[in-house]
């Protein structure tokens, strides 16, 4: 090849190849309705439950007898204490001994709190996936005889959720996962050269689309696929292939929804790493929705599908120093405070080593579930509010019926909505659905409420206007 052909090939490989994108074809022809209908269950969903299981929920944060930390991802212990994986798969393995049955419960604890889908860790990035895996023997086929995705899958289908696969990009078990590619990605052994000599990422990324391949094919339909993470230095296909793998994931299920983070670009709504790092725009080539991870956007991202995961403490795999949980007040308004701008609430669980469930996630979505029971119907199917900002609470839409959750109960009964409709009905959601008076004015519509809040966490008056919502601006 002629000298100049060869430097224009070069060059255009290491373009390639330095521009996560630029290979980036659509894995999906569809249209705006096509898409529209495949989002529509996860849309109207709302709430979800995250789960985080894996070899470290048995070592619960705590290393040689030593607590590793009281806050932050106990998930990450194996770089934390910075243990090679033959060290950590040691320690771990002996304490990650899953009851029989432990799915039920988890998938009967998310139903009665009002969750619609269950998204749980296939494998993190310990690298122990949860099935039976035919590649390689660092998972819950090899080790424990047991195939633990298929008992998660078939413990939330009885109880009518849907599933979502998350599954771990970065892997610090695979001996072809070179971690020395990117500054920006964690890994155990991250600074010291490979134990092994060379390694070839190439052969993680085969192992890598052959697990998902085995994900897609082997437990039925699968409704979301929760990649983790890219980084700014590596991502995308120089990463993962992820063009390939997209291609590969929607040609076996061809309804699947994933999200954003087989990438890290503006285009995929990623400014920069850490969790604040997503900006409100997404181009669908690189995932089906955005995800803001801890945060809560300030407003609605009209146009963009997103969605809020966090946890229950402040750490997503189990740890029995983490006694930080939130309160039932903080989690019912964060789920209000979502809906309300029009994205979906992914709440964290990380079980014990055997699966089971603390006494503090038990209670949190029992109380989350009494509050769904009476006031569920203004968070499913809804849209993001008309308001900008309310002063007392947060508001959703379904076509002419808008919900006020009040958060703050007006000290002299009145209830002030910025609107310029008439209301055709106003009516309390708790107890036997009160009818309540209102009256308009240049200020808006005022509603004359109980003396007392019937939910002192987030009362729901559901209001029937005449016509679409007229907002009045200051
Ligand atoms: O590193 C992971 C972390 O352990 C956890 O899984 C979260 C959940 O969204 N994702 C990554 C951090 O962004």
Excluded at 105 to 122: H, I, N, Q, R, S
Excluded at 304 to 314: G, I, P
Excluded at 375 to 396: C, H, M, Q, V
Excluded at 436 to 465: E, M
Aim: charge should be neutral.
């Amino acid at each position: 090849m002629k000298p100049i052909l060869l430097i224009l090939a070069l060059a255009t490989a290491a373009a390639f190849a330095a521009d996560p994108i630029k290979s980036t074809e659509p894995t999906v022809a569809e249209s705006s309705a096509q898409r529209d209908a495949r989002m529509g269950w996860w849309r109207e969903a709302r709430f979800g439950m995250f789960v985080h299981w894996g070899l470290y929920s048995g070592l619960a944060g705590t290393w040689n007898g030593k607590a590793v930390g009281t806050n932050g991802g106990m998930e990450w212990i194996q770089q934390r204490v910075k243990a090679d994986t033959d060290t950590y798969a040691a320690a771990a393995l002996p304490k990650f001994q899953p009851v029989p049955g432990f799915a039920r419960e988890w998938a009967k604890t998310a139903k009665a709190a009002g969750c619609k889908y269950l998204v749980f860790t296939t494998k993190h990035h310990e690298g122990f996936g949860l099935f039976d895996s035919k590649v390689g023997d660092y998972n819950a086929g090899a080790r424990l005889h047991r195939d633990l995705v298929k008992e998660i899958v078939e413990a939330a289908h009885a109880e009518g959720l849907k599933v979502g696969f998350y599954h771990s990009l970065i892997d610090w078990h695979h001996d072809q996962y070179a971690y020395q590619k990117s500054k920006q990605l964690p890994h155990p052994l991250k600074g010291q050269p490979y134990p092994n000599g060379e390694r070839d990422h190439a052969k993680y990324v085969d192992y890598l689309h052959s697990q998902v391949g085995e994900l897609m094919s082997n437990y039925g339909q699968v409704d979301v696929l929760w990649w983790d993470y890219s980084a700014l230095d590596f991502q995308g296909d120089e990463a993962w292939r992820a063009t390939d793998l997209m291609k590969l994931v929607r040609a076996r299920q061809p309804g699947i929804i994933m999200n954003n983070r087989l990438y890290r670009t503006r285009e995929a709504g990623w400014a920069s790493m850490g969790t604040e790092g997503f900006i409100p725009q997404l181009d669908t080539r690189f995932g089906d929705f955005i995800t803001p991870e801890q945060h809560i956007p300030a407003t609605g991202m009209p146009g963009v599908d997103w969605e809020t995961c966090m946890t229950l403490n402040t750490t997503w795999g189990f740890s029995e120093h983490d006694h930080a949980w939130k309160s039932d007040e903080l989690l019912i308004r964060n789920l209000a405070d979502i809906a309300s701008k029009g994205g979906n609430y992914l709440l964290n669980i990380g079980p014990k080593g055997d699966g089971s469930l603390t006494p503090e996630t038990v209670k949190s979505f029992q109380a989350i579930g009494k509050w769904m029971k009476v006031n569920g119907e203004a968070i499913y199917g809804t849209t993001a509010s008309p308001f900008a900002k309310l002063d007392w609470g947060r508001a959703t839409r379904k076509g002419q019926d808008l919900y006020l959750i009040v958060f703050d109960w007006p000290k002299d009964g009145k209830l002030l909505v910025p609107l310029k409709n008439k209301v055709k009905q106003a009516s309390l959601l708790a107890g036997s659905g009160k009818r309540l008076t209102s009256s308009s004015s240049d200020a808006g519509v005022t509603i004359q409420l109980p003396a007392s809040a019937p939910d002192a966490i987030a009362t729901v008056i559901k209001l029937t206007l005449s016509g679409e919502p007229q907002v009045i601006t200051k």
